[in-house]
């Protein structure tokens, strides 16, 4: 850890309830965790946020999903794409719009950490697939949209410590990128906690850099495969200051081809088009 103590200790005074979730998109993801969750339900949910609904209505009739019909309504599209897929496009409309900022340098990390997050989101939905884990395609999906959320948080937090004309602190890119690798999991798994995402995510966000990771847990081993090789494709923030990782293990427990391998870096490389 190269970035001073008394910015740790700003960064855990800051509040929990910082925005790194939309309340409609929690809420949805909180009742998928109820598998007997009805589809009115999560009708209703939505169209709490008229906002999100149009967000998610124009992506679920974008070329990626439509498919031969085109939804008028948000039953129709839930109807079409079921509760699952809904809530994945929910979440990643919602993330995706809270990725912004006025401090340019802020922005355009926020930026960077958006690009990983969804190139990572795809790769996993699409790697679930191709290994035979389709059941496990909308799970990956989230997970890796969200395998990262600490560094949106801590980012959010940075920049409020930075507006504070008593801490006399300006934020550059070293600082940041240090804060990130030391603190990401740490304040991932406090902020997941707070809002009471379902454990599934939870877990991913904590074990996601781990030494020795649970090779029997396969979501796991898929968001990890997509997120080591998002540095080889040039699709993590600042890959010129990560170390790349041996995927050989993850490869190996879900039995990736060569040809897998390649599917996945150009499905990644497309979500960032």
Same mark, same amino acid.
């Given at each position: ?5 008394e910015?740790r200790?700003?960064i ?9 979730f939309?309340s /409609?998109a929690?809420?949805?993801? #909180? ?5 007997d969750?009805?589809m ?8 709490? +946020? ?30 079409r ?6 809530? !994945?496009?929910?979440?990643a409309?919602?993330?995706a719009?809270?990725h912004?900022? !006025?401090?340019?340098?802020?922005? #355009?990390?926020?930026?960077g ?7 990572c ?6 790697l ?11 799970q ?5 949209l969200?395998?990262d959320?600490?560094?949106?948080y ?48 939870? #877990?991913?966000?904590a074990?996601?850099?781990d030494?020795e990771?649970?090779p +029997? ?5 898929? /968001?990890r ?13 600042y890959?010129q200051?990560? #170390?790349?990782? +041996?995927t ?13 391998l390649?599917r996945?870096?150009? +499905? ?6």
């Amino acid at each position: 850890m190269s970035f001073p103590l008394e910015l740790r200790y700003q960064i855990c005074m800051q509040p929990i309830e910082l925005p790194v979730f939309n309340s /409609v998109a929690l809420e949805l993801l #909180q009742l998928l965790a109820d598998q007997d969750v009805a589809m009115e339900q999560v009708i209703d949910t939505i169209n709490k +946020d008229q906002g999100l609904a149009i967000q998610i209505l124009r992506m679920a009739n974008s070329s990626a999903y439509t498919g031969r019909y085109k939804s008028d309504t948000i039953k129709e599209s839930v109807n079409r794409l079921g509760a699952r897929q809904i809530t !994945s496009l929910a979440m990643a409309a919602s993330q995706a719009a809270l990725h912004h900022s !006025s401090d340019p340098l802020v922005h #355009q990390i926020m930026q960077g950490l958006w690009q990983h997050s969804h190139a990572c989101a795809v790769g996993c939905r699409s790697l679930a697939g191709a290994v035979g884990s389709r059941d496990l395609a909308e799970q990956a999906y989230l997970a890796g949209l969200l395998h990262d959320i600490g560094k949106l948080y801590l980012i959010k937090a940075m920049e409020r410590i930075s507006l504070d004309p008593a801490n006399q602190c300006s934020l550059d890119l070293e600082t940041v990128l240090d804060v990130f690798s030391d603190m990401h999991v740490e304040q991932g798994c406090r902020i997941m906690d707070y809002w009471d995402i379902p454990q599934r995510y939870c #877990q991913i966000v904590a074990h996601h850099h781990d030494d020795e990771p649970d090779p +029997d847990d396969r979501l796991l081993t898929i /968001v990890r495969l997509a997120n080591f090789n998002s540095v080889q494709y040039g699709l993590n923030l600042y890959p010129q200051y990560v #170390q790349p990782e +041996d995927t050989l293990s993850e490869v190996e427990l879900l039995g990736a081809s060569e040809d897998v391998l390649a599917r996945l870096e150009t +499905d990644m490389k497309a979500a960032c088009a």
